[in-house]
T-cell receptor, first 117, second 115 residues
Framework: GDSVTQTEGPVTVSESESLIINCTYS????????LFWYVRYPGEGLQLLLK?????QKGSSRGFEATYNKETTSFHLQKASVQESDSAVYYC??????????????FGKGTKFSLIP | GPKVLQIPSHQIIDMGQMVTLNCDPV?????FYWYKQILGQQMEFLVN????????KSKLFKDQFSVERPDGSYFTLKIQPTALEDSAVYFC?????????????FGPGTRLTVL
C-alpha cells in the first residue's frame, strides 16, 4: 500500500533560522499522487498548509514551500526564517485517488517543531 | 475558517459495549471521512461517505463499524461491540468535493478508551 515517511521529531531551531522537514512517499496505485502538508497548531485541529497536485510544481503558504519531486519521490517542507507562531506538528500526506467520490489520504507520523527556547 | 466539530472529545467505555462518535461537518460539505490514530502511530483512513453511501473503506473498517448521516444531521461512527484495539483517537473530516486534490477539513478528534 501507500506510505509516507517524514523527519522524526521533535525538531528545534532558533528563531529566524531555516527549517526543513523531509517527506518521502511511496504510492503503489498511482504514478503521480496528490501531495499535501497539513499542520496542527497547539490546541487546534488539523488544517491544510499547502498542496501540490502536479509533479514538478511548488506550493507555498505562510512562508512555507514544498516542491513535488517525482524523481526522488519527495515533498520536503521548508521555511527560510521561522517564528514562534510556526511551532506546531506538521504532517505530510498523499492522496491516491485522481477521480471523484473516493478521496482518501495517507499520512506520515507527523513532525513536531518548536523554537529553541 | 470552516470548522468540523466532534462530540464527545473523550469517551471511556467497557469492552463489548456500543459507542457512537458524532461529527458535525462543515455545513455545505458533501463528502465525509473517518480516520483513526493509535498513540504513536500515523493517522489512518477508515472510510469515506457520500450521498448516503460508503464509497470506500479500508481494512481497518471492521464489520463492527458502521457510519451514517441521517437527514443531514451528525455524521456518526458506531462501533458495536467495541474491542480493546479500538482505543484510539478518531478524526472526522469533510470536503466540499470528492476529487483527490480536495482539501479535507478535520475535527479535533474524539479520544476513545476501551477498558
Amino acid at each position: 500500500g501507500d506510505s509516507v515517511t517524514q523527519t522524526e521529531g521533535p525538531v528545534t531551531v532558533s528563531e529566524s533560522e531555516s527549517l526543513i522537514i523531509n517527506c518521502t512517499y511511496s504510492a503503489t496505485s498511482i504514478a503521480y499522487p496528490n501531495l499535501f502538508w497539513y499542520v496542527r497548531y497547539p490546541g487546534e485541529g488539523l488544517q491544510l498548509l499547502l498542496k501540490v497536485i502536479t509533479a514538478g510544481q511548488k506550493g507555498s503558504s505562510r512562508g512555507f514551500e514544498a516542491t513535488y519531486n517525482k524523481e526522488t519521490t519527495s515533498f520536503h517542507l521548508q521555511k527560510a526564517s521561522v517564528q514562534e507562531s510556526d511551532s506546531a506538528v506538521y504532517y505530510c500526506a498523499l492522496g491516491d485517488r485522481p477521480g471523484t467520490g473516493s478521496n482518501r489520504l495517507t499520512f506520515g507520523k507527523g513532525t513536531k517543531f518548536s523554537l529553541i527556547p | 475558517g470552516p470548522k468540523v466539530l466532534q462530540i464527545p472529545s473523550h469517551q471511556i467505555i467497557d469492552m463489548g459495549q456500543m459507542v457512537t462518535l458524532n461529527c458535525d461537518p462543515v455545513s455545505n460539505h458533501l463528502y465525509f471521512y473517518w480516520y483513526k490514530q493509535i498513540l504513536g502511530q500515523q493517522m489512518e483512513f477508515l472510510v469515506n461517505f457520500y450521498n448516503g453511501k460508503v464509497m470506500e473503506k479500508s481494512k481497518l473498517f471492521k464489520d463492527q463499524f458502521s457510519v451514517e448521516r441521517p437527514d443531514g444531521s451528525y455524521f456518526t461512527l458506531k462501533i458495536q461491540p467495541t474491542a480493546l484495539e479500538d482505543s484510539a483517537v478518531y478524526f472526522c473530516a469533510s470536503s466540499l468535493v470528492g476529487q483527490g486534490y480536495a482539501e479535507q477539513f478535520f475535527g479535533p478528534g474524539t479520544r476513545l478508551t476501551v477498558l
